[in-house]
């Protein structure tokens, strides 16, 4: 059973920066497109960013477009979210999540089937 799990969140004032992890679990890390997903508090889980498994595409939501950038290290078995030029309405929790064997990478939710437990993010204002 492949695990994923985020570290790396916490409080961080507007225009500051964070680095999410995830690390997963697993012999065919490669081989899978990665995602990035946010929940505000009160909203519905939404796209943050996506990467393809050699990284050779991403993806990203216009809200974070230019100021978040999505990598990841097979050798690792990490995907990475660096957040720069934070903003209050980044806030949220930080999902990350492995596409399904028969898709790259996409925006849309259906396409994962394993997700971490996320970790918090807070930007203040």
């Known amino acids: 059973q492949v695990q994923l799990v985020e570290s790396g969140g916490g409080l961080v004032q507007a225009g500051g920066s964070l680095r999410l992890s995830c690390a997963a679990s697993g012999r065919t890390f490669s081989n899978y497109a990665m995602g990035w997903f946010r929940q505000a508090p009160g909203k519905e889980r939404e796209f943050v960013a996506a990467?393809?498994?050699?990284?050779?595409?991403?993806i990203y939501a216009a809200s974070v477009k230019g100021r978040f950038t999505i990598s990841r290290d097979n050798a690792k078995n990490t995907v990475y979210l660096q957040m720069n030029s934070l903003k209050p309405e980044d806030t949220a929790d930080y999902y990350c999540?492995?596409?399904?064997?028969?898709?790259?990478?996409?925006?849309?939710?259906?396409?994962?089937?394993?997700w971490g437990q996320g970790t918090q993010v807070t930007v203040s204002s």
């Open positions: 999540a492995r596409a399904k064997a028969e898709y790259g990478l996409g925006a849309q939710q259906s396409r994962y089937d394993v």
């Open positions: 990467i393809s498994g050699s990284s050779r595409s991403t």
